[in-house]
Structures are given as C-alpha cells and as structure tokens.
C-alpha cells in the first residue's frame, strides 16, 4: 500500500535552516507529484510546493519563495524539504502528500518547533 | 495567496444531512473543481473527495461533492458521531500556479 514516511520532530532556534524528509514506498515514485503542506498549531492548512519527482522540477508558494528548497533522491524514493531563516511563524506541522488527482495520500506530519 | 472561502463552522443533529460551502473562483473551484479533506485532531488530513465528485476507494457513499459555477459543497448524510471533525476544501489555482486551502469548517454533530 502507498505510504510516505517522514523524518522525526525538530526544535530549531530563529534564524537557522530545517531539512525533513518523506520516503515514498508501495507506488512509482517517479509517476506522482509530491506537495508539502503545513499546518500551525490550531490553523489551517497551508500550501508550500510541489514536486515533480521525475525530473526535480519544483514550484513553491509565493510566501515561502527564496526560503524553501525542495529536492529529490529517486535512488531512495525521498523528497526533502528544506526551510531557512525560521521564525516563530514556522512552528507547524509538516506534510508531504503524494498527489493522485488530489491528495490521496499523506505522510504522518512533522513537527517543527522554532524556539530561542 | 488567496484561499477559498469556508464557513467556520456548522452543527447538525444525529441522522442529519449536512452542506458543507467552499467559494472560490474561476482561477481555482471554477476551473478544476475542488477536492474536500476531513481531518481530526492530531492526525494528516484524509481525501473525501476531488474535481468534484470522485471519491478515493473506501469513502463512504455518505459523502458527496458537487460544483456549481465556482462553489463546491460537500453533501454529508446520515450523521454519525464520528463525521465530527474539520473539513477543509482545496484547489489548485491556475493564474497562482498554487495550491489554495479553505480555511476549514469545524462541523460539530449534536
């Protein structure tokens, strides 16, 4: 069954960078875009990019233009988000979603805390 | 970025039929249609539904989608208990190149 498993919690001080990871497994990674999606503490959701595994190509919210990266390694299945200069308005949790015609699947979040 | 516009909440009775709103626009609902995702506390969001109408194996015929102009609703039947939960609907934006959220419906069953 497709499953998308993410790296573990983070606690980041204001200004430093955070890397999480979600490895894709019981599909084609290459056949499907990935998303990430965060959620703030008693928010909603909220877009950060997309994804195209097959070939790296990536298209990020305008809100978070310049301080997300996200990558790819087919060899293992696992994309990566990477965000810099964090704030207290990163604390959130973290998803990345597999996207088949929506998002059909989700990985369990992770929880990113900024905190100095 | 613009979102899509949600009703904070509703309540229904037991057994009742629930409707839930999404407004958006040409760019977004108008154009593709919108998908509906349920979430509860503490747990990812689960797809219900997208472009409208089509609903992932497994969902519950109790939940239906439907589009008009550049409104979506999501069709809720037979309440139960555990249909408590935040209902979020979501599009993909042409002109943004972006994917917009609604802000989400805390849909309370009494």
């Known amino acids: 069954q497709v499953q998308l498993v993410q790296s573990g919690a983070e606690v980041k001080k204001p200004g430093a960078s955070v890397k999480l990871s979600c490895r894709a497994s019981g599909y084609t990674f290459s056949n499907y875009f990935l998303h990430w999606v965060r959620q703030a503490p008693g928010h909603g959701l909220e877009w950060v990019g997309i994804?195209?595994?097959?070939?790296?190509?990536?298209t990020y919210a305008q809100s978070f233009q310049g301080r997300v990266t996200l990558t790819r390694d087919t060899s293992t299945s696992t994309v990566y988000m990477e965000l810099s200069s964090l704030t207290s308005d990163d604390t959130a949790v973290y998803y990345c979603?597999?996207?088949?015609?929506?998002?059909?699947?989700w990985g369990q979040g992770t929880l990113v805390t900024v905190s100095s | 970025q613009a979102g899509l516009a949600q009703p904070p909440s509703l309540s229904k009775a037991l057994r009742q039929t629930a409707t839930l709103t999404c407004t958006g626009n040409s760019n977004n609902v108008g154009y593709q249609g919108a998908a509906w995702l349920q979430q509860f506390q503490g747990h990812p969001p689960k797809l219900l539904s997208y472009?409208?109408?089509n609903r992932p194996s497994g969902i519950s015929e109790r939940f239906s989608a439907s589009r008009s102009g550049n409104t979506a609703s999501l069709t809720i039947t037979g309440l139960q208990p555990e249909d408590e939960a935040d209902y979020y609907c979501s599009a993909w934006d042409n002109s943004l190149s972006a994917w917009v959220f609604g802000r989400g419906t805390k849909l309370t069953v009494l």
């Open positions: 994804i195209t595994p097959s070939t790296g190509d990536t």
């Open positions: 979603a597999r996207e088949n015609g929506s998002c059909d699947s």
């Open positions: 472009r409208n109408n």
